[in-house]
């Protein structure tokens, strides 16, 4: 089982934390005691061999889980301090705190790029046009689309390459002022030249929002995260600075897993 490590930021309570989080499907039990903390403004990468469990802790961060049947999840996810799974919480109020960009882009097809960042806020009952103007010109920088889009916002976003959907769908994520950004694979279906993009808007993003991303490209773990968990089996077997668990790791199995032996 993980364990917590000190904020190098600095101290206090995690922006986020699990504590012995167990969850499974039916009598089939994935998660098997996650303890993690996540600092407020920075990138986590959770990597592992397919199989391990990271998406189905991913998803408990925001109470996505619960919504497959047949799922269950014990155990505590504390945001600012406060468990999420605790009597009389609303799951929808949760998701709006933590949102989440999924591994294959989901832009809604029938809206325009326009129309699908500003879809959150409109849902909230939100009418302002200026406001909404500056939020969609301003989430839409911050996911490095605005440029390549500016001029044709009223264009489908479906008809976007892969890239600029994903780009598209974090602009939507972080239009509602989330805390936290869950990002599931969210450049493993895209070329290089798109994932640089996504990595570029991620570095921006951290000095705004935390952000915990699940990769199976360790380089891009090394590249963009400042601390790093190694799932296997349904539990985290190592979780330190990304740069000691790349260049020093403590477990064996986490040297094994990152020099290819295994994985």
């Given at each position: 089982?993980?364990?917590?490590?000190?904020?190098?930021?600095?101290?206090?309570?995690?922006k986020?934390e699990?504590?012995?989080?167990?969850?499974?499907?039916?009598?089939?039990q994935?998660?098997?005691?996650?303890?993690?903390?996540?600092?407020d403004?920075?990138?986590?990468?959770?990597?592992g061999p397919s199989?391990?469990?990271k998406?189905t802790?991913?998803?408990?961060l925001?109470?996505?889980?619960e919504?497959?049947?047949?799922?269950?999840?014990?155990?505590?996810?504390?945001?600012?301090?406060?468990?999420?799974?605790?009597?009389?919480?609303?799951?929808?109020s949760?998701?709006?705190?933590?949102?989440m960009?999924?591994?294959k882009?989901?832009p809604?097809?029938?809206?325009?790029v326009y129309?699908n960042?500003?879809?959150?806020?409109?849902l909230?009952?939100v009418?302002?046009?200026?406001?909404l103007?500056?939020?969609?010109?301003?989430?839409?920088?911050?996911?490095?689309l605005?440029?390549e889009?500016?001029?044709?916002?009223?264009k489908?976003?479906?008809?976007?390459?892969?890239?600029?959907?994903?780009?598209?769908?974090i602009?939507?994520?972080i239009a509602?002022?989330?805390?936290?950004?869950?990002?599931?694979?969210?450049?493993s279906?895209?070329d290089?030249?798109a994932?640089?993009?996504?990595?570029?808007?991620?570095?921006?993003?951290?000095?705004?929002?935390?952000?915990?991303?699940?990769t199976h490209n360790?380089?891009?773990?090394?590249?963009?995260?400042?601390y790093?968990?190694f799932?296997?089996?349904?539990?985290?077997?190592?979780?330190d600075?990304?740069?000691?668990l790349?260049?020093?790791?403590s477990?064996?199995?986490?040297?094994?897993?990152?020099?290819?032996?295994?994985?």
């Open positions: 089982m993980g364990l917590p490590i000190s904020n190098q930021a600095g101290e206090g309570v995690p986020l699990t504590r012995n989080l167990k969850a499974g499907f039916g009598a089939v994935v998660l098997r005691g996650v303890s993690l903390s996540f600092h403004r920075s990138i986590t990468a959770l990597m199989g391990c469990g998406t802790f991913i998803r408990c925001n109470r996505l889980h919504l497959t049947p047949g799922a269950t999840a014990e155990g505590e996810v504390m945001l600012d301090g406060k468990n999420i799974y605790a009597p009389k919480v609303n799951p929808d949760i998701r709006r705190r933590i949102g960009v999924f591994q882009p989901n809604f097809p029938t809206m325009s129309d960042v500003a879809a959150g806020l409109k909230n009952g009418r302002d046009k200026k406001y103007d500056e939020v969609v010109e301003r989430s839409l920088r911050l996911a490095f605005w440029d889009v500016k001029t044709d916002l009223k489908s976003g479906a008809a976007l390459s892969g890239g600029q959907q994903q780009r598209l769908c602009a939507r994520a509602v002022e989330p805390e936290v950004i869950l990002m599931d694979e969210p450049a279906a895209l290089p030249t994932t640089a993009k996504i990595e570029e808007a991620m570095a921006e993003l951290v000095k705004d929002f935390t952000i915990v991303i699940v360790m380089q891009q773990a090394a590249r963009v995260a400042d790093t968990a799932f296997y089996l349904g539990e985290v077997v190592e979780y600075t990304t740069k000691k790349f260049e020093n790791p477990k064996e199995l986490t040297e094994r897993y990152i020099t290819g032996k295994f994985g």
